[in-house]
Structure formats: C-alpha cells, structure tokens
T-cell receptor
Framework: GAVVSQHPSRVICKSGTSVKIECRSLDFQATTMFWYRQFPKQSLMLMATSNEGSKATYEQGVEKDKFLINHASLTLSTLTVTSAHPEDSSFYIC????????????FGPGTRLLVL | GQNIDQPTEMTATEGAIVQINCTYQTSGFNGLFWYQQHAGEAPTFLSYNVLDGLEEKGRFSSFLSRSKGYSYLLLKELQMKDSASYLCAVRDNTDKLIFGTGTRLQVFP
C-alpha cells in the first residue's frame, strides 16, 4: 500500500520557538494533503487541507499565521508551528490522497509535539 | 452541524465477534471509512463504503445504510492484537473527512 512518512516523529521544544514537521508521500504523488491534530483520548480534528501549488485551506478556529503550511511539491507538505506554546502540545498527523484515488487517505505515523 | 456517534468503549473475548456501530449526520455524504488506531500511532485504513450493503475483507466487514445514516464494523475471530481504537469517518460534500471520537476496543483472553 501507499506509504506516508513524517519527520520528526517526536519533538520537544521551548515555548516561543517554531517547529517544522514534514510530511512526505514516498511512493505516490499526492495532490492533496491534510493536517490533523489529536489531543489525548480525542479524535482527529482536521486543521487544514493543503493542495500542491496553492494556498492551504484552514478549518474554522485554526490560525493560519500560527500554523504555516507549505505544499511545494507533489510529495512534500510541511507544517510549521510558529511561536509554539504549551497548549500546542499534541499529536500532529498528516494524510495524503493520491491523484488517482479519490477514495483513500493514507496517514503518516504522526509527530508528537511537546512544548515546555 | 456535523455529528458522528460511536460507543466510547467496548470489551470482548478473544475468538468472539464484536460489532461497532456508527451513526452520522453530516453535510452531504461521499463515503464512510473505518480506521484502526493503536495508542500513539496513526490510523490505518480498514474499509470504505459508499453504497449500501456489506463489504467483507477477511476478518473485518463493514456495513452501510445511507437512508439510516448508519454503519457498523464487524470483527470476527477476535485476536488480542485487535485491541485498539476504531474510528468511523465520513467524507462530506466538501471532501473533508469528519471523524467520530472513536471506539476503544479491549480484547481479553
């Protein structure tokens, strides 16, 4: 099946710093990538939809200036959490949908962010 | 609004059968997905239903009734490794996946 990777898998940072998370589709081209956030014992909440070569579409309540998304190629999307605060600590998961598959999203392994 | 309901927790015995229900009310419907998620890991795809009826895939089956806004995931011959959270997700008319809160299944020997 299709493989999506995320890097880093785990990051600890100080409050006020910025953190970049990469999401890569390894064996297929992804026209659309999605970024989710999951707090403990809660379900995935969509943060934004990223289309290659265009601006990301953010969900209501998600600050676009705080969560910068860049989808520069068909295999890479990045999420940058700017000026991170402890309340941003969460599990961030990306998913990718192949250009020839409308059905399935393939999820990355997730990135656990802890802001001290 | 968007609403997807699943039971919070279920328990079952190894070798048994368990059915996890999901009801939904969403802005449009473009398919229903079931994902398995082990603690601390990302979800993995289990099944996709867009038409009414039963889809069988090995030990797992998924059923959909669009008129009732209802789906279930059926797990047969339960194994200890099936202990996980099971997420029901609906793709709405804007192509977004709306997730339920998940059902945590514990399988006991």
């Amino acid at each position: 099946g299709a493989v999506v990777s995320q890097h880093p898998s785990r990051v600890i940072c100080k409050s006020g710093t910025s953190v970049k998370i990469e999401c890569r589709s390894l064996d297929f081209q992804a026209t659309t990538m999605f970024w989710y956030r999951q707090f403990p014992k809660q379900s995935l909440m969509l943060m934004a939809t990223s289309n290659e070569g265009s601006k990301a579409t953010y969900e209501q309540g998600v600050e676009k200036d705080k969560f910068l998304i860049n989808h520069a190629s068909l295999t890479l999307s990045t999420l940058t959490v700017t000026s991170a605060h402890p309340e941003d600590s969460s599990f961030y998961i990306c998913s990718a949908r192949a250009w020839d598959s409308e059905e399935t999203q393939y999820f990355g392994p997730g990135t656990r962010l802890l802001v001290l | 609004g968007q609403n997807i309901d699943q039971p919070t927790e279920m328990t079952a015995t190894e070798g048994a059968i368990v059915q996890i229900n999901c009801t939904y009310q969403t802005s449009g419907f473009n398919g229903l997905f079931w994902y398995q998620q082990h603690a601390g890991e990302a979800p993995t795809f289990l099944s996709y239903n867009v038409l009414d009826g039963l889809e069988e895939k090995g030990r797992f089956s998924s059923f959909l009734s669009r008129s009732k806004g209802y789906s279930y995931l059926l797990l047969k011959e339960l194994q200890m490794k099936d202990s996980a959270s099971y997420l029901c997700a609906v793709r709405d008319n804007t192509d977004k996946l709306i997730f339920g809160t998940g059902t945590r299944l514990q399988v006991f020997p």
